[in-house]
């Protein structure tokens, strides 16, 4: 099965809002949720960033895979994640995907499928035009160390290159541009403090296969 990976995160407007999700016209800022056993959560970042595309032989990226700013966390994660499949190693996956989860068990299979090719991914950067969180879900869980955002993104065709070099660049094939569409990340925190992907899918688009591929 080929590797549908996403790539460098983009956060071009950060929009707290479910009708930025749903196509409302109307966008207004989520509700705070609290709990006793977790701080406040803060609000949604409105600055914009953008990550560059992960570059084959570098060193892996900082992550900021700590507190309560699901967004800040996530895009780190991302960043993390295209640094991976530009540089192949299952054994770095459990670093931000939860052992046993599913996100951790596509991550892996990619990785090796890039490995056994002799390819890596050549990034593009995705844009993400709106986040909502923490949960989605009416009667969620409150805030502890389980935690879903909806974003909404997009991204241009990706190459999947050979890591053998010659005159002229050549690429395996292409992965398929992601038109704007909704992908919901659960996330967990583990006993180290620290938040990993668990699962990845697209509620709202069911011809696309659930996939952290989508996202990274």
């Known amino acids: 099965m080929q590797p549908t990976p996403r790539r460098a995160l983009r956060l071009t407007a950060v929009v707290a809002s479910a009708c930025a999700l749903t196509g409302c016209a109307a966008l207004t800022s989520a509700p705070a949720v609290t709990a006793t056993s977790a701080p406040p959560i803060q609000a949604a970042?409105?600055?914009?960033f953008v990550q560059t595309p992960a570059?084959?032989?570098?060193?892996?990226?900082?992550?900021s895979n700590t507190?309560?700013?699901?967004?800040?966390?996530?895009?780190?994660?991302?960043?993390?994640?295209?640094?991976?499949?530009?540089?192949?190693d299952p054994s770095k996956v459990t670093t931000i995907a939860a052992p046993g989860c599913s996100a951790a068990n596509q991550l892996i299979a990619e990785t090796q499928s890039l490995i056994?090719?002799?390819?890596?991914?050549?990034?593009?950067?995705?844009?993400?035009?709106?986040?909502?969180?923490?949960?989605?879900?009416?009667?969620?869980?409150?805030?502890?160390?389980?935690?879903?955002?909806?974003?909404r993104v997009s991204r241009?065709?990706?190459?999947?290159t050979p890591r053998k070099t010659g005159k002229q660049t050549e690429v395996l094939s292409y992965l398929p541009e992601l038109k704007s569409t909704t992908v919901r990340?659960?996330?967990?925190?583990g006993s180290d403090k620290k938040w990993r992907f668990c699962d990845v899918s697209t509620?709202?688009?069911?011809?696309?296969?659930d996939s952290i591929a989508t996202l990274l």
Do not use: C, M
């Open 45 to 48: 970042p409105t600055s914009t």
């Open 55 to 63: 570059v084959p032989n570098t060193s892996a990226p900082g992550l």
């Open 67 to 88: 507190g309560t700013n699901l967004p800040v966390v996530v895009a780190s994660l991302i960043k993390y994640g295209q640094w991976l499949i530009a540089n192949p």
């Open 116 to 151: 056994d090719q002799g390819a890596y991914v050549t990034t593009s950067t995705p844009t993400v035009t709106a986040v909502r969180w923490p949960s989605p879900s009416a009667g969620a869980a409150p805030f502890g160390d389980r935690a879903s955002l909806d974003i």
């Open 156 to 160: 241009p065709a990706e190459a999947i």
């Open 185 to 189: 990340i659960s996330l967990v925190r």
């Open 203 to 209: 509620p709202l688009d069911g011809a696309r296969g």
